[in-house]
């Protein structure tokens, strides 16, 4: 049995969830989000409010969904309730980021600037010209626009400028050494 598939989701209180065959619907204070589960893998309500996630049978295809099914949905449970955010650093001499109504303008280095708009559902936070937050209810489309916003400068292993998330080290590199 998944260790993860087998531990039961606990449904906070203002948030709801439909399941129509193999959809999943949850809505919450947050907003709504929907998503598909793969065919071998049951969702099911408990009496005291739970979600469970089942698998009829012990195949390899089925054990490989059964913890994803339960994550998604759970990922879904806690997007809706608290949502999600992700925090990134800029470091570099001139390398700053400006809020320009929901858009974010970065200067990274490049003969121009670099303008990024949210997508929907997702929105941006500035913190000082250094410091941004991506927040959202998809976990998923959170972590995919801040790589994208890592992509634009990748953290260089030399120096350490470019974009970073909080926290993350950067295995750094010795330079030349002179004659």
């Given amino acids: 049995m998944s260790r993860i598939g087998k531990l039961p989701i606990t449904v906070p209180s203002?948030?709801?969830?439909?399941i129509d065959g193999q959809t999943v619907t949850v809505s919450g204070?947050?907003?709504k989000l929907h998503q598909r589960i793969s065919e071998p893998i049951r969702v099911e309500k408990d009496s005291d409010g739970s979600i469970l996630v089942k698998r009829p049978d012990d195949e390899r295809a089925s054990?490989?969904?059964?913890g994803?099914?339960?994550s998604l949905i759970n990922n879904m449970v806690l997007g809706v309730s608290q949502g999600f955010q992700k925090d990134l650093e800029i470091q570099g001499v001139g390398y700053r980021?400006?809020?320009k109504g929901q858009n974010l303008e970065f200067s990274l280095g490049y003969s121009h600037p670099v303008v990024m708009e949210p997508p929907e559902?997702?929105?941006f936070a500035t913190d000082g010209?250094?410091?941004?937050?991506?927040?959202?209810?998809d976990k998923q489309l959170v972590g995919e626009v801040a790589a994208r916003i890592r992509k634009l400068r990748l953290p260089e292993p030399y120096?350490?400028?470019?974009?970073?998330?909080?926290g993350e080290n950067i295995r750094r590199k010795v330079g030349k050494t002179g004659k």
């Fill in 14 to 18: 203002g948030v709801e969830v439909e």
């Fill in 29 to 31: 204070p947050k907003g």
């Fill in 63 to 66: 054990r490989s969904l059964h």
């Fill in 68 to 70: 994803l099914s339960r």
């Fill in 97 to 99: 980021v400006v809020q």
């Fill in 121 to 123: 559902g997702i929105e």
């Fill in 129 to 137: 010209p250094a410091k941004l937050s991506v927040k959202g209810i």
């Fill in 159 to 166: 120096n350490g400028k470019g974009v970073r998330y909080a």
